[in-house]
């Protein structure tokens, strides 16, 4: 949000981030973006400090065949990697907006299809000793080394990096 001239104030939240059922990427996705907003919204929307804020929450998976958290080992990480080459995955990310004055909300998931070239595994055993794939879900970041493996995207950029602010940005005009 900085790089677009947004100084956001941050709030973490204790939000359930528990998945039942067999819901859609997009349904997870807006349903976790939902509950962390509405945490915030509930922790201070009888504080007038916050009169005229807008909440912004997100939350991002991977995609491919189910849902791809961050690599719990090295192993995980392989596994995650080979399942990308040559093919595609998803980035999914949900937003929620909430008014804190008014409590409304606005809830949306954007959809980015990520290409991967077909690498080899030397490429994933080279990009698993640099550490990189360990804290991040699906085990790469596409504005780190990893990009050099994708071969082209259909979908916004900034989704797949973790925020699709231009989403964001339509709505607040309007607000």
């Known amino acids: 949000m900085n790089k677009h001239g947004v100084d956001p ?6 939000a359930d981030e528990t998945i039942t059922g067999d819901p859609s990427m997009t349904e997870v996705v807006e349903d976790l973006s ?7 919204y509930n922790s201070i929307k009888e504080d007038n ?7 912004v929450a997100a939350d991002t998976i991977v995609y491919k065949d189910g849902i791809l958290g ?3 080992d090295a192993e995980d990480a392989r596994r995650m990697l080979q399942s990308y080459r040559g093919t595609f995955h998803y980035v999914v990310t949900g937003i929620t907006l909430i008014d804190t004055d008014s409590g409304s909300e606005e809830v949306l998931s954007d959809v980015t299809r990520v290409w991967c070239k077909d690498y080899t595994d030397e490429d994933i055993e080279d990009y698993i000793s640099r550490a990189e794939p360990y804290d991040k879900a699906g085990a790469y970041a596409i504005q780190g080394y990893f990009g050099r493996y994708i071969d082209h995207i259909e979908g916004d950029y ?11 940005e339509k709505i607040l005009e309007n607000c």
Do not use: H, Q, S, W
């Open 158 to 168: 900034e989704n797949v990096v973790g925020l699709p602010f231009y989403r964001i």
């Open 70 to 72: 961050k690599p719990e």
């Open 9 to 14: 104030l941050v709030m973490p939240t204790d």
């Open 49 to 55: 400090r916050y009169a005229g804020y807008m909440i």
């Open 34 to 40: 939902r509950r962390k907003a509405l945490a915030c």
